[in-house]
């Protein structure tokens, strides 16, 4: 009940109203092989934003309602699918079980007569006999009832049996027949016995039915929005969400990366513009949520699944389009996050080495216009935030290789639009890199800009008190440059590092050697001349007894926050 022209009309009166934006042109393509309308787009609009805009405000998506009236018991009544398929099958049993009792009777009828017959042919010279002595039909019908036990339906049918039963082929016919009688009437009475051999015999039929009439369906059992969510149709898997300094985000599949040893070259892991480079990656969830911290100190939220996807290669959506960023505010920060309960806080670190715990309680309700997550001096921006307890240990590496660690419990929990306390003592021009939790792993992975990195037990750093100046945990040379990055690993993480022209690599922590604070490590990768690491990210991967990957947690993942 749509027409098509119509739905045109409608389509181009929104674009027209700017009630739909980015549409760049449509027409009709519509021929003898089918309907076609093809709508074409701006590159930086999302195509699912304004599909859903079109289901919403147009007919290519219709609803329309159904009243299921029916009598039930000579009574009125509106069903639901579930009562009418339920009555339905009620009704199948009923038409079932009399349409067997009626084949059973018809069965059992026949098989009485076929008896009868297999007797006479038995003592046919003496059914002869009789026949010829007696004066009447009746007279033969009553001796051989009274000679041969027989009911009189069985003596009519051998005073009408005709000659050609006689021979040998017709008697054979007879036994056949009588055969297949008692084997039909043997699976009647089953039929009739037991319910499921009843079920069976309906759910048979109705396939049949279907396989003979049936055609493909043509509307589609959707869900209701008061019943359930979109979310509970999008498949529950691990992805990667990578975004670059530009702000270009996609989200992707675990199965496009694999691991390789250190050292090597890598893979292309995205198409970037001129002065843009990936500066954030990680695994999580198509469930979970993500939160944005922006240079501002506002925190965005989305779901995981509401990211486009996109192929390896690909730039990704401009994340304005999906997120109501101010004028000249830029994404900081990228966390995923799975539990918004009283026992988890959400512990964020500033360049300048400010610390701030909030309880992530405070975040389970974010605007679409964001959120105030941290109060920010004007020089200071804040880099990483992750989700912590009261057991939790913080490591806090900076730019010129100097290393704190404190325990989460000496920062007390702050509202959150505070700004925070003192983390770590800074010297001039030195800034914050990273954080790690102490159940993260067993050792720190400590990156430079230049590739170079390596491993140190994480028992070599003594717990201080927050605030300190920290100790010696790189040797900073200009082989290695200034340290990228730091993650808590163990033998069965792999990490994942990004340059600035967008190459991936993954490599297991097992091929990096364990080092002293004071060392600079190993070459992670080869790197071309006036190129640098711009981020690495830690992978996990779940390998079961046949060598399969199971599941890829992302940095933060539960086992890590519990």
Known sequence: MVNKARLIEKIAELHKDKKIDGITDLRDESDREGMRVVIELRKDVNANIVLNTLYKHTQLQDTFGVIMLALVNNQPRVMNLLDMLVYYLKHQEDVVTRRTRFDLQKAEERDHILQGLLIALDNIDEVIQIMRSSKTTQEAKD?????????????????????????????????????????????LKAILADEKLLLGVIKTEIEEIADKYGDDRRTQIGFDEYDITMEDLIPD????????????????????????????????????????????????NTH????FFTNFGRVYRLKVYEIPEASRTARGTAIINLLQLNPGEKISAVIPVTTYDENHNLFMVTKNGTVKKTCVSEYMNIRKNGLIAIGLRDDDELIEVKTTTADSEIFLVTKYGMCIRFKETDVRKTGRSAMGVIGMNLTDGDEIVGMQ??????????????????????????????????????KITDKTGYVLGVKAVTDEHEIMMITTEGIIIQILMKDVNTYGRITSGVKLINLNNNVLLA??????????ESGEVEAIDYETTEEDTE
Not at 252 to 280: L, S
């Open 143 to 187: 001796r051989l009832m009274e000679r041969f036990g027989l009911t009189d339906i069985q003596a009519e049918a051998i005073a009408n049996m005709r000659l050609r039963a006689l021979t040998g082929l017709e008697r054979e016919k007879i036994e056949n027949e009588h055969a297949e009688l008692v084997k039909k009437i043997a699976e």
């Open 237 to 284: 898997e691990n992805v990667v969400i990578t975004m670059s300094n530009l702000g270009y985000i996609k989200r992707m599949t675990v199965d496009n990366f694999h691991a390789q040893h250190r050292g090597g070259k890598g893979i292309k892991g995205m198409t970037t513009i001129e002065d843009d480079y990936i500066e954030d990656l990680l695994m999580t």
């Open 288 to 291: 979970n949520h993500v939160m």
């Open 437 to 474: 939790l102490d159940h993260q792993g067993d050792s720190l992975l400590i990156v430079s800009e230049k590739g170079m990195g390596k491993r140190t037990v994480l028992d070599e750093f003594h717990v201080q008190k927050r605030g300190g100046r920290g100790v010696k945990c790189y």
């Open 535 to 544: 981020k690495i990210a830690k992978v996990r991967e779940k390998v079961n």
